[in-house]
């Protein structure tokens, strides 16, 4: 029987951290705040946005949202997100992504204030991941599991590591940072062929390509009995009832070490990590 990792004690010091963090800030009447701005109405965002209002209620720390239409225009957005960008109350930024289409990123990326970019989607942010720098914001989600691979004391020098999800929010970056940690990583996607050949001899499989069920035991048959995995998937369940991740819980459990589990994974620290970046945000801004 495989060990689960729970999210909550990952982000349990995370959060003891933050509250000091927040107790020097006000000491100095000053504090931390998020603005979330959303496009149209994603049931996967309305998990994660739940999960966040609950860890910043938790800590005490304000939070404000902001709704745009799913039909609204590239102008009306680009102006909603500068009123934001501008407010000096704001010390953290989080944009639901993907945008609904036609609707594009691009301007926000651009002008986003990089000490406001909690989770990664201004330019300079990207790419001082990418670089490899650690003084910046990472994607929080992608950050949440090197915490995992902290909390269990992982090293990852000399590791086979295979992420499975090549998004910009979280597979690609996530990529980086594994690589800057001295992981071997192989990056798989929906056009990788036989994934389970690329799995063989993995030490960390990581799914988030948001396929319900994706990852299923046949597939870790030649994977390494201590295999280690993290499933950053969030999807509906087929029968509408909750939420599931990419991996098939039931027939990979028994053949791994460790696991995760969605929910009561990385959603949790993901959510603690966005208030320790907004806390962050205040304290580039404010002291």
Known sequence: MAKIVKGADVAAKIKEDIALRLAKLRAENKDAKLAILSVGDDPANASYERGIIKVFDGLGIAHEKTVLDAGCSQDEFDKTFTRINEDTTVTGILVFRPLPKPLSVEF????????????????????STAMGSKDCFYPCTAEAVLKFLDYENIDLAYKNVVVIG?????GRPLVSMLISRNAT???????TADITDRISNADIVVTAAGSRALLKGDMLKNAKKECFCIDVGINMREDGQGICGDIDFDSVE???ERITTVPGGVGSVTSTL????VVRGAEELFL
Request: charged residues 20%; contains cysteine; proline residues 5%.
């Open 108 to 127: 926000a990326a651009r002008t986003i204030n990089p000490s406001k970019d909690i989770d990664c989607m201004g330019y300079y942010n990207q790419a």
């Open 166 to 170: 090549r998004s910009t929010v979280v």
């Open 185 to 191: 990583v192989t990056c798989c996607h929906t056009k």
């Open 254 to 256: 028994p053949l791994v």
């Open 274 to 277: 966005l208030a320790e970046h």
